[in-house]
């Protein structure tokens, strides 16, 4: 997600750091010290919080959803816990450590706009009011990588039927905490925070968009978009908002974050199709990260069969990104 200066993942393949580069311990290290030597230290208090308990860790593994099947090796956990897009933490892709300085608990989500039942809920509460379970899914970033990735989560579907949307709410919006100063990245000029994502009514009401509180079998961790992000598979990554706090139904189009900065490079839609390139990348195939070498893309991810109905009278419209 690039708008003003050349960043790695811009770079050729083969200037990429491996991941096992990364990953290991001193370097996970070294990056936090990079942050530090950036002038931004995690205060102590924010490395205790990683240590609390999550109240729903009861709740997990959940029971795995075998309609989803992936043909592909599952990503190692260490690796996709370790190699994150969320720009309030920072610009890099190791930003893991930073994102342990946000506080999870209390963590509420607003539910307004038009529905018949708007309202506030605490998101314990809200999880095991929800029928949470396992989806193991190809995830594709518009930065033509991917990764496979067991999710745990409900479908929106579900939040939908507790609040009771009107007919004339068109689509859902969705919307990040806004600045804090604990999110060192927010300090930056260039972007329009909160981040926020839309999807329409009926993508939303499919059952692949999920909303996600759990990854690899237990509670989603900070840097994946804790407590609660979204997971619509047949999508570029970056439609996936983390850390939501609020979720509107709405008659107007939502724009989004990327879109409100570049919308020449990212647009409402985003749908994953190899055959459309981004203005300065091809799309035809994805590097899987942590080994699997590089992969053909897939129209809409591989999700096709599920989703494509959705577009059917939607061809004039810019679909693909
Ligand atoms: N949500 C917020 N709030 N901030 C972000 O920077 N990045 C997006 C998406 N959701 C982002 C976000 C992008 S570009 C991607 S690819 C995915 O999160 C990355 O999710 P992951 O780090 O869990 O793999």
């Not at 050349?6 to 990079?34: C, Q």
């Not at 506080?103 to 809920?121: A, H, S, Y």
């Not at 300090?187 to 981040?195: D, I, K, Q």
């Not at 990348?281 to 999700?303: H, K, M, P």
């Amino acid at each position: 997600m690039l708008i003003r200066s050349k960043r790695g993942w811009e770079l050729p393949e083969s200037a990429v750091t491996p991941e096992s580069a990364f990953l290991t311990r001193r370097n996970v290290i070294a990056a936090g010290m990079g942050l530090a030597t950036a002038g931004i230290s995690i205060p102590a208090s924010a490395q205790r919080l990683a240590d609390v308990p999550d109240p729903t860790a009861d709740l997990y593994p959940a029971r795995r959803n075998e309609r989803y099947t992936v043909e592909r090796p599952l990503t190692a956990e260490q690796v996709a816990a370790n190699y994150n897009n969320f720009y309030e933490f920072g610009g890099s892709k190791q930003i893991a450590r930073a994102a342990q300085s946000l506080p999870l608990r209390p963590w509420t989500v607003k539910i307004d706009g038009m529905v018949e039942k708007p309202q506030t809920v605490d998101i314990d509460k809200l999880i095991r009011a929800m029928p949470i379970e396992e989806r193991v899914y190809r995830f594709r970033c518009v930065e033509a990588w991917g990764m496979t990735v067991p999710w745990t989560g409900f479908p929106i579907k579900a939040l939908m039927d507790m609040v009771r949307p009107l007919g004339s709410a068109k689509f859902v919006r969705m919307e990040t905490f806004d600045t804090q100063p604990w999110a060192p990245g927010m300090r930056s000029p260039w972007y329009s925070w909160p981040y926020v994502e839309g999807l329409t009514i009926d993508e939303a009401a499919n059952d692949l968009a999920i909303l996600v509180t759990g990854i690899y079998g237990k509670p989603v961790p900070r840097q994946h978009g804790a407590p609660l992000r979204l997971i619509v598979p047949w999508k570029y990554g970056f439609k996936s908002v983390k850390s939501i706090v609020r979720i509107s139904f709405v008659a107007e189009r939502p724009v989004s974050f990327w879109e409100r900065l570049q919308g020449g490079e990212y647009g409402f839609w985003a749908n994953v199709n190899p055959a459309v390139a981004h203005p300065r990348w091809s799309q035809a195939t994805e590097e899987l990260i942590g080994g699997g070498g590089r992969v053909n893309t897939q129209i809409f991810n591989g999700y096709g069969e599920f989703v494509a109905p959705l577009y059917k009278d939607r061809q004039n419209e810019r679909l693909w990104a």
